[in-house]
């Protein structure tokens, strides 16, 4: 017996320094009683203490033909430490209103007293049985209804008569009931896909394993048990360590509380504990997903009898017709199963075989075929023959179906058994708030967005490979590309690619994120940033599929981290590239040429002394890409700062920058000509007049460019959270010859830029250009500097101004 109920037995109606809030304070304190034994007790204690007040509580107040009952979360035993309290006090209708008033008031008032949060009401089976019929959330809390105290004959009718209505009805309650958790899935999201899940009603939580045996009690279908009831167990596991961390009744895993609820349950890290959450989470969402399906099969199998029965006749009803897919695997009844004659433990391409035809048919997997193979699978050999290979890319090749059917096989332990590496990416969470998924399943993703790309290169199956080991290196210490090139060449040469084929994959999976960084982050008007990315990639075939996976892991990483904008910089890229690879010297950096729209700029602005600008949308190829702005202002201190300070004003987010000095003809003077290419947060663009009137006060002076800037970010502080890491400005060498290339990271922040820009200015160097490029939270500034005279910096001083800037920023 534990010290809490010992506790219990000396005071079991809780009344005094010994009663329930003390046993229950000793047993969440408990280190040696956690988890299922810990909810258990919990619910064992908190039974016993109001089983004594329901006793005080109807003598006192003369009630008979009552019960107390716990139902929910409660009714299951299931209490974490900040639980409700789910109860219902069911009573035969004979006593007095003002009788029944004090029976609750003496029950309910206690449980309020000690701070517990209750959910209550008074209700005689008939009323609960008519408000189970009414209301499907209710219907679902009586299922797991049980007696705490009183009258067990009470609950054991009503027990009956839910259970009988749940099963009568259960062709119109469950697809209601499914109809909740689609809803409660788009409210929520996907547990397994989350940074910060809710663990109880995200797609996968605790919920849905609520759910599902709801839908097991309907007698109408029943979820895969394999590995549920552990799954569940984890995520409660991790809920009472979130509730005693905490000290609230939440539900919400926060970034800032993962390491402290990792380490109550002895994991690692925060990381741990996340993938120990998706593998959970996994597993009720795969359940999820067999057992909703098998509901529709029923209830279309139901509807459909009568009609056959009356073609039929008394011939009775015919088995589902099974059409051929593959070697092997036939569709019946809407999903892929194996053929009568298949023999897993003689066909080692079966496993890909089946998944293949299945994703190219566009048909769910079905469980007991899925779980054949896994258990009586043979090994394929390695290298894996030609015919493994093809299936495999056939799954990888076919488009949004490839996503159920590999969870499918990863779910059994097809995927690992097959490509060991896939362990470590699996359920692996990524931190960066710009990537939607989970590293395993961003690989899939991607492979699907290059399904559709696979006609622009001449070597699909590369593609295919490359989307789906290009982050492979990701859950290793170091690089994930150059780590990762290591793994994806063993794993090319497992699958069966020749000797050349490995060394292109290799060569992709290390350079993936080569194109779209050098794109957005660098000048390519210099001819060394072209030659510094024809060497890497090497060869024309290479750069096609580089491209095409530059755009396929972009898509499939979220909506930031691709656009119009991007894809035209990576392709203009690829088209100098292309040409230097295809025997092409590097161009030249283009002369100093102003267009006559900057020329025309120039003249006004010396003519008037003040800045002068135009703004405009700019084409590419018939397609937005874009707001083009172009300054034009009389040399001198603080330009940039300025320009970049207005637009933040103006909610003009900058994605590029170049600022060139402009000698007019006949000796007329200089003019800094600044274009930018920029974007508007909310939709409408500012007047180019209101965006000039305030260039103007600002660098005359009467426009405070950062005292409003510091009233901005303060009106809108930043959401409570993780706090980011500092900024870093580094300078980045033998990048160009032509200027000093400094890299800024730092936290997305209004006005950024222009605080890097006044660092700079302050530190007496001119920028050639700037590339913004913003991914999620974080901002990746890339630009370059030269001295008064034009010229790169010396490393000393290029030092000095990376150090600058960092202290300004920080």
């Known amino acids: 017996m534990t010290s809490a109920e010992e506790t219990m037995q000396d005071d079991p109606a809780g009344s005094g320094p010994g009663g329930y809030a003390e046993a229950r304070l000793r047993l969440l304190q408990e280190e040696s009683r956690s988890g299922p034994a810990r909810r258990s007790a919990l619910s064992g204690l908190t039974d016993q203490w109001l089983n004594a007040q329901f006793a005080r509580a109807a003598r006192e107040s003369g009630v008979r033909g009552a019960a107390l009952v716990a139902v929910g979360g409660y009714g299951r035993a299931d209490l974490s430490p900040r639980s409700d309290l789910d109860l219902l006090l069911l009573h035969d209708g004979k006593a007095r209103p003002a009788e029944l008033k004090a029976l609750a008031d003496r029950l309910w008032y206690p449980v309020w007293d000690l701070g517990l949060a209750l959910d209550h009401s008074v209700r005689t089976p008939a009323e609960a049985r008519k408000t189970a019929a009414e209301d499907l959330k209710a219907h679902l809390g009586l299922l797991d209804a049980r007696l705490v105290s009183g009258d067990a004959g009470l609950l054991a009718g009503l027990r009956t008569s839910v259970l009988a209505d749940w099963r009568n009805q259960a062709a119109r309650r469950l697809p209601q009931l499914h109809?909740?958790?689609?809803?409660?899935?788009?409210?929520?999201?996907?547990?397994?896909?989350?940074?910060?899940p809710d663990l109880k009603e995200a797609r996968g939580g605790l919920r849905d394993a609520t759910v599902l045996r709801a839908v097991a009690a309907s007698w109408l279908a029943d979820a895969p048990r394999e590995g549920l009831a552990d799954a569940r167990r984890r995520l409660l596991d991790a809920r009472d360590a979130l509730h005693?961390?905490?000290?609230?009744?939440?539900?919400?895993?926060?970034?800032?509380?993962?390491?402290?609820?990792?380490?109550?349950?002895?994991l690692l890290d925060a990381d741990a504990l996340l993938r120990e959450v998706y593998e959970a989470a996994r597993v009720v969402a795969y359940a999820g997903d067999v057992t909703w399906r098998e509901v529709g099969r029923v209830l279309r199998a139901r509807a459909a009898w009568p009609?056959?029965?009356?073609?039929?006749?008394?011939?009775?009803?015919?088995?589902?017709?099974?059409?051929?897919?593959?070697?092997?695997?036939?569709?019946?009844?809407?999903?892929?199963?194996?053929?009568?004659?298949?023999?897993?433990?003689?066909?080692?391409?079966?496993?890909?075989?089946?998944?293949?035809?299945?994703?190219?048919a566009g048909l769910p997997v079905s469980l007991h075929a899925v779980r054949r193979l896994a258990a009586q699978a043979r090994p394929l050999p390695v290298p894996w023959p030609a015919e493994a290979r093809e299936q495999l890319l056939t799954l990888l090749g076919a488009g949004e179906p490839t996503v159920g059917v590999w969870e499918a096989?990863?779910?059994?332990?097809?995927?690992?058994?097959?490509?060991?590496?896939?362990?470590?990416?699996?359920?692996?969470?990524?931190?960066?708030?710009v990537h939607t998924w989970t590293v395993d399943r961003h690989l899939i993703e991607t492979a699907v967005r290059a399904s559709a790309l696979t006609r622009r290169v001449g070597r699909p199956d590369l593609l295919l490979m490359a989307a789906l080991l290009h982050d492979i290196g990701k859950g290793w210490p170091g690089d994930h590309s150059v780590v990762g090139e290591t793994i994806a060449r063993d794993m090319a040469v497992r699958v069966g690619f020749d000797a050349e084929d490995t060394a292109v994959l290799g060569t992709l999976v290390r350079h993936h994120l080569l194109l779209v960084?050098?794109?957005?982050?660098?000048?390519?008007?210099?001819?060394?940033?072209?030659?510094?990315?024809?060497?890497?990639?090497?060869?024309?075939?290479?750069?096609?599929?580089?491209?095409?996976?530059?755009?396929?892991?972009?898509?499939?990483?979220?909506?930031?981290?691709?656009?119009?904008?991007?894809?035209?910089?990576?392709?203009?890229?690829?088209?100098?590239?292309?040409?230097?690879?295809?025997?092409a010297p590097p161009a030249d950096p283009e002369p100093d040429l102003?267009?006559?729209?900057?020329?025309?700029?120039?003249?006004?602005?010396?003519?008037?002394?003040?800045?002068?600008?135009?703004?405009?949308?700019?084409?590419?190829?018939?397609?937005?890409?874009?707001?083009?702005?172009?300054?034009?202002?009389?040399?001198?201190?603080?330009?940039?700062?300025?320009?970049?300070?207005?637009?933040?004003?103006?909610?003009?987010?900058?994605?590029?920058?170049?600022?060139?000095?402009?000698?007019?003809?006949?000796?007329?003077?200089?003019?800094?000509?600044?274009?930018?290419?920029?974007?508007?947060?909310?939709?409408?663009?500012?007047q180019a007049a209101r965006l000039r009137t305030d260039l103007v006060r600002a660098l005359d002076g009467t426009l405070d460019v950062p005292a409003k800037l510091a009233g901005r970010e303060a009106a809108y502080p930043r959401r409570r959270g993780v706090v980011p890491p500092p900024p870093r400005v580094t300078v980045v060498p033998e990048v160009s010859p032509l200027a000093t290339v400094l890299e800024v990271r730092a936290p997305d922040a209004v006005g950024l830029l222009h605080r890097i820009g006044r660092a700079l200015d302050s530190a007496g160097v001119r920028v050639r250009s700037a590339h913004v490029s913003t991914l999620g939270a974080n901002a990746v500034d890339t630009v370059y500097v030269v001295d008064p005279d034009g010229k790169p910096l010396p490393p000393a001083a290029a030092a000095a101004v990376a150090s600058q800037v960092q202290a300004a920023l920080t």
């Open 244 to 266: 005693l961390v905490t000290g609230r009744a939440t539900d919400r895993l926060s970034l800032q509380e993962q390491p402290q609820v990792a380490a109550r349950l002895g």
């Open 594 to 686: 102003p267009t006559a729209e900057q020329e025309r700029l120039a003249l006004e602005a010396l003519r008037t002394g003040e800045p002068v600008l135009t703004l405009h949308a700019r084409q590419e190829e018939d397609e937005a890409v874009g707001v083009e702005l172009v300054v034009a202002v009389p040399d001198q201190p603080g330009v940039l700062p300025a320009v970049s300070g207005v637009l933040a004003l103006h909610r003009l987010t900058v994605r590029a920058a170049d600022l060139r000095f402009l000698e007019l003809p006949d000796h007329l003077g200089e003019v800094l000509v600044l274009r930018w290419r920029v974007a508007a947060e909310f939709g409408a663009l500012p």
């Open 179 to 196: 109809a909740l958790c689609r809803e409660r899935a788009e409210r929520a999201g996907e547990l397994r896909f989350l940074l910060e």
């Open 409 to 433: 096989l990863e779910a059994e332990g097809l995927i690992t058994r097959l490509l060991p590496d896939w362990e470590r990416v699996r359920c692996r969470p990524q931190h960066n708030p």
């Open 517 to 583: 960084d050098t794109a957005t982050r660098r000048d390519l008007d210099d001819p060394a940033t072209v030659t510094a990315v024809a060497r890497a990639v090497g060869s024309t075939r290479t750069l096609e599929i580089l491209h095409a996976l530059t755009e396929a892991d972009a898509l499939a990483t979220g909506p930031a981290a691709w656009s119009t904008w991007r894809g035209s910089l990576v392709a203009d890229l690829v088209r100098r590239v292309a040409a230097v690879l295809s025997g």
């Open 307 to 360: 009609r056959l029965r009356g073609l039929l006749g008394t011939r009775g009803a015919t088995a589902p017709e099974r059409a051929p897919l593959a070697e092997g695997v036939v569709e019946s009844d809407g999903e892929a199963v194996l053929a009568l004659a298949a023999r897993p433990d003689r066909d080692p391409v079966l496993p890909l075989r089946f998944g293949a035809a299945a994703a190219q």
